[in-house]
């Protein structure tokens, strides 16, 4: 059974375009992570939750934004897309400390047009 | 800021060889370390963990650990095809932030 699920898979969106990629998890993990995943790149922290506690990146774009409406559910909102914003997006989850399993998703891939 | 060092590769190694992957970290303050695997197109997933200075052995994998020198190892035997894949090193405590990952080729 998926454990952390995104959605969805496959985002098409048009350059400017609002988006917001969901992902939801079953594992009651209290921290959350999303990442941005380009070609032969590792995956790069965009921001992270513990908890409701909300911990930005220092160079994530101020177009990418985030909400946490509850344990289960977080979402990716980027507002302005561009061409660069073009990759798979990863969403993980993990218990408190980070000295524990992290649990990703299948990611979604955004093609930006 | 946690920094995370790995040789990007591609490592190319024939069936049956031992593949060697490092990484070098500089947060001293790091007690655990985490190996994930990451196959194209897919998401990462866990394959080893280790706490403790010295080897931690699971299967055909090794993790070896000096926090002393700062650096982390994993070693693959008997490598299979199935291995290639990019291995991506993570300190543990706090944030979840990745090496920059080691491409492994293994051919026939």
């Known amino acids: 059974d998926a454990m952390v699920i995104q959605n969805p898979r496959y985002q098409v969106t048009q350059f400017g375009k609002p988006v917001t990629l969901s992902c939801s998890q079953t594992?009651?993990?209290?921290?959350m992570y999303w990442y941005q995943q380009k070609s032969s790149q590792a995956p790069k922290l965009l921001f992270h939750?513990?908890?409701?506690?909300?911990?930005n990146e220092a160079d994530t774009p101020d177009n990418f934004q985030s909400r946490r409406p509850n344990t289960s559910f977080c979402f990716l909102d980027i507002r302005s897309p561009g061409l660069g914003d073009a990759a798979m997006y990863l969403c993980?989850?993990?218990?408190?400390?980070?000295?524990?399993?992290?649990?990703f998703g299948q990611g979604t891939r955004l093609t930006v047009v | 800021q946690k920094e995370v060092e790995q040789n990007s590769g591609p490592l190319s190694v024939p069936e049956g060889a031992i593949a060697s992957l490092n990484c070098t970290y500089s947060?001293?303050?790091?007690?655990?370390f985490f190996w994930y695997r990451q196959y194209s197109g897919k998401s990462p997933e866990l394959i080893m963990s280790i706490y403790s200075n010295g080897d931690k052995e699971d299967g055909r994998f090794t993790a070896q650990l000096n926090k002393a020198s700062q650096y982390v190892s994993l070693l693959i035997r008997d490598s299979q095809p199935s291995d290639s894949a990019t291995y991506l090193c993570a300190p543990g405590g706090g944030k979840l932030i990745f090496g920059t990952g080691t491409r492994l080729q293994v051919f026939p």
């Open positions: 947060d001293r303050g790091s007690q655990s």
């Open positions: 939750y513990y908890d409701k506690d909300f911990n």
């Open positions: 594992l009651n993990h209290n921290v």
């Open positions: 993980a989850t993990q218990t408190g400390g980070g000295n524990t399993e992290a649990f």
